[in-house]
């Protein structure tokens, strides 16, 4: 069973069945049952038309549903007609579906979260990670969501702003997490820049290929993470970095800052540094100091407080760390990296176990781990 290709196809069945008048919960449901039957069915009797079975027996699964639900009987006249089988059409919906469930009922981060779930293919806890919230929570946001937009008609999109919100975090967790979407939400910005002119995406865009670029660098070939300054710049994406460089050159020169354009400021200088030790950390604390005015998140408030460190000694960092909640993800690394910088290899082997044990991801838990050995390997018996 090619469970890539059911993830593929799964935003195009959804997008035909919501166009066909079902609501969107009752889409998703039904969509579902559909992918449950494929895998059932199709290791002993594959498709000719995969995409077109799928759109047939999620419909069927839809109008049982509705006909099943005596509160919806006044959808009886729509039910009565279900589509015939027969070849669905080549059509890439899945940015046309972002666009539909950034309805305007909801608030940008409950269209951002349900869209997480069900365009982006991303799990419940992978969306409460990336928003820093608990899994309860996130479910029951998402849930309210759907409850918001049942049976409401989808011809109202929502704005671009939510969607890049919404690309932008499925590339995160492409990037980072334990499924690959990266190359996907790569493809999806390059369609929206195609179709908006608007310099935020451009940043987005820009972001994406500067981030993407360095990916092979990113860990070593047992699978363990090899940190930025560590990484062999050889193995980066020449092609990538240059095309980023210019997008984002581009999108500066109109003069319409955005969130985006600065943190793909901030990659475009790691990028351009031919080692680590040359890069401008000055410049990138100015480019944070930017993004706190624009976004004052605690992330990029952390993240400028590493790039302090690096620009003005680890003192400076310690100082910009200790404003920021402690219980802020990665704050504890962070404060591990400034105490080994510092030259307090105890407190810094300590703190980068306390960080070993509370990170979530597996890579970066062995990297912290192995970190912490590494400074209680020196110190003497």
Known sequence: MDEALLRSLTPGVLGVLVRRGADFAAAEDAVQDALVEAIRVWPADPPRDAKGWLVTVAWRKFLDATRADAAR??????????????????????????????HPSLTPSSAVALTLRAVGGLTTRQIA??????????????????????????????????????LYLVFNEGYSGDVDLAAEAIRLTRQLAAAVDHPEVAGLLALMLLHHARRAARTAPDGSLVPLAEQDRGRWDTGAIAEGIGILQTALARDRLGEFQAQAAVAALHADAP???????????????????????????????????????????????????????????????LHERDGDPVTAARLYAEA??????????DHLTRQAARLNSRRPA
């Open 275 to 337: 080692t680590a030790e040359e890069t401008d950390w000055v410049q990138i604390v100015e480019w944070y100091d930017e993004l706190t005015r624009l976004t004052d998140s605690p992330v990029v408030r952390l993240n400028r407080a590493v790039a302090v460190g690096e620009a003005d000694g680890p003192r400076a960092g310690l100082a910009a760390l200790a404003e920021l909640d402690a219980s802020l993800p990665r704050h504890t690394a962070v404060a591990a990296y």
């Open 129 to 166: 990670r990336a928003y820093l919230v608990p899994e309860a929570t996130m479910a029951q946001r998402i849930s309210r969501a759907k409850r918001t937009v049942a049976g409401a008609r989808f011809d109202r999109p929502g704005d671009v702003a939510t969607v890049l919100r919404v």
């Open 356 to 365: 070993a044990h509370k990170a979530s991801d597996l890579a970066e838990r």
């Open 73 to 102: 009987r006044r959808r009886e006249d729509l039910v009565e007609e279900e589509p015939s089988p027969g070849p669905a059409s080549d059509a890439d919906d899945t940015l046309q579906l972002y666009f539909l469930c950034a």
